[in-house]
């Protein structure tokens, strides 16, 4: 494990909200768009060991720093909705698996293929490792500006310093992919030839074959659709360029615009 891998694993935390005062929400209440935008991200948050599910069935299980960042990575997120369900909570509403349960109950029939479909591409290309690590990127990317847009958009002291904490780890997520998707894609120009058409032919939205289509374009819409949102994916896309054979796809300016 290199020296910065290793310093990230040992960084890892359970995401400590024990100062944050949820009562503050009795008194001040969210208004009900930030509230629908939490809701999406509490059950996305929550749904990340699914995601590790489809990682794991590829040649990523074997490389012994990708499985460190992971189980570093997946705690966090479980703690993120968590976090997230408190807020939840305090407006009277259900979190945890409350929620989540109903959630996987009613995931579309092509989510219980999707391993078989990871497990048959890691055997047809090694490949598929950069396609992850450059999706995990991407997401991630998306996934902070969103907690920042909602941020200031809702104006919530308490929300804010909630978000930014959250923020300060997917800082350290992205870190982990973005370094892993470079190396491997300067490495090869096939890896780059494929995850460019992976990520122009199928990526979605964070959350897209898991919630409801209304939600994601009504998070598209309210988190990235008026200036400072459109600034916000710009500079989603700017990060993503920058990674090799990558540069113009333009994914989340053209997910706002199509929403």
């Known amino acids: 494990m290199t020296a910065t891998n290793d310093s990230l694993f040992r960084r890892s935390s359970r995401l400590d909200v024990s100062d944050l005062d949820f009562d503050a ?12 935008c939490l809701r999406y991200m509490h059950d996305v ?31 966090e997120e479980l703690w993120h909705g968590d976090a997230i369900g408190q807020v939840l909570a305090a407006h009277g509403e259900a979190g945890g698996s409350q929620r989540v ?11 219980k293929l999707r391993p078989l479909a990871f497990n048959l591409a890691s055997a047809a290309t090694r490949h598929i490792v950069a396609v992850q690590m450059a999706w995990g990127a991407v997401n991630e990317w998306t996934t902070q500006a969103a907690y920042g847009r909602l941020a200031a958009r809702a104006k919530h002291p308490v929300l804010t310093e909630m978000l930014k904490r959250i923020m ?4 350290r997520h992205i870190d982990f992919y973005a370094r892993q998707a470079r190396s491997r894609l300067d490495a090869s120009s096939r890896a780059r030839k494929l995850t460019r058409y992976a ?57 706002a615009r199509a929403s």
């Not at 990523?60 to 705690?75: G, M, N, Q, R």
């Not at 300060?168 to 800082?171: D, H, L, N, R, S």
């Not at 990526?203 to 949102?229: C, K, N």
Request: charged share 25%; glycine share 6%.
């Open 25 to 36: 929400f009795a008194d001040d209440p969210l208004d009900e768009e930030s509230l629908r």
């Open 45 to 75: 948050e929550h749904h990340t060991i699914c995601y590790l599910r489809d990682v794991v069935v590829t040649r990523a299980h074997a490389d012994p720093e990708i499985t460190a960042f992971l189980s570093c990575w997946v705690y």
């Open 101 to 111: 349960a109903p959630l996987r109950t009613n995931l579309p029939k092509r989510d």
């Open 168 to 171: 300060k780890q997917e800082g």
């Open 199 to 255: 990520l122009s032919h199928f990526w979605g939205p964070v959350g897209s074959g898991v919630m409801p289509d209304e939600e994601v374009s009504f998070m598209a819409q309210f988190l990235f659709s008026d200036e400072d949102g459109t600034q916000a994916a710009a500079r989603v896309d700017q990060q993503i360029d920058r990674l090799p054979g990558l540069a113009g796809l333009d994914l989340l300016v053209g997910s």
